[in-house]
């Protein structure tokens, strides 16, 4: 079985091209690289929503905002010797926000 792979916003919208113009849906699976599952489903989702907007997807909510982001991003870059948790607690004095040393590590990349 192949990797998966999503199908780009482009790509989505050349298989409801190809659908429309009457390809069978095996045959624009094999041009775009993907399962026959998939072109399915997509057209599906478009008959029902009339969009091929990928649907937000589940996860664990976010525990910094944008603008928390910016911030632990400034502060890195600013002094590139400041450790993570030093950040961590002028982000919680600055904002209240308690998180995790990992949450800043991760950020100014």
Known sequence: MPPRRHLNLVDRGRALAWVQEGIRLREIAARLGCSHSVIVRLRQRFLA?????????????????????????????????????????????????????????????
């Open 49 to 109: 929503t009339g969009s091929v907007e990928a649907r937000p997807r589940s996860g664990r909510p976010r525990s910094t905002t944008q603008r928390q982001d910016r911030y632990i991003t400034r502060q890195a870059l600013r002094t590139r010797t400041t450790t993570a948790s030093t950040i961590r607690r002028r982000l919680r004095v600055a904002t209240n926000t308690y998180i995790n040393e990992q949450t800043v590590r991760i950020l100014p990349s």
